[in-house]
Nanobody
Framework: QVQLQVSGPGLVKPSQTISLTCTVSGASLTTNDFYWSWIRQPPGKGLEWMGSISYSGNTYYNAPLKSRTSISRDTSKNQFTLQLSSLTPADTAVYYC?????????WGQGTQVTVSS
């Protein structure tokens, strides 16, 4: 059974950079055709895809966030990480990691990130 677990700080200050980690069990980051994604949902709004890292390590970003977003992975730990810089209160959201294999079929539990001074 594939499980994803998100970890990271819940409260950050404006202008800071946040780092969230998704730990994957039951599947390998390097399995062909798997893409590993970050998705967020601001309060009262819909889901927003932020970016993905492929099984081969290629990265893809949502254009409006590209300049502030970096996704990386540690295959030895089977983890992938989101870094989002220059935070503003508009980045307050629940952040999810998910596996994309013909759709976002497996999700982590989500973590609330609040940007506030």
């Amino acid at each position: 059974q594939v499980q994803l677990q998100v970890s990271g700080p819940g409260l950050v200050k404006p202008s800071q950079t946040i780092s969230l980690t998704c730990t994957v069990s039951g599947a390998s980051l390097t399995t062909n055709d798997f893409y590993w994604s970050w998705i967020r949902q601001p309060p009262g709004k819909g889901l927003e895809w932020m970016g993905s890292i492929s099984y081969s390590g290629n990265t893809y970003y949502n254009a409006p966030l590209k300049s502030r977003t970096s996704i990386s992975r540690d295959t030895s730990k089977n983890q992938f990480t989101l870094q989002l810089s220059s935070l503003t209160p508009a980045d307050t959201a629940v952040y999810y990691c998910a596996r994309d294999f013909n759709g976002f079929g497996v999700w982590g539990q989500g973590t609330q990130v609040t940007v506030s001074s």
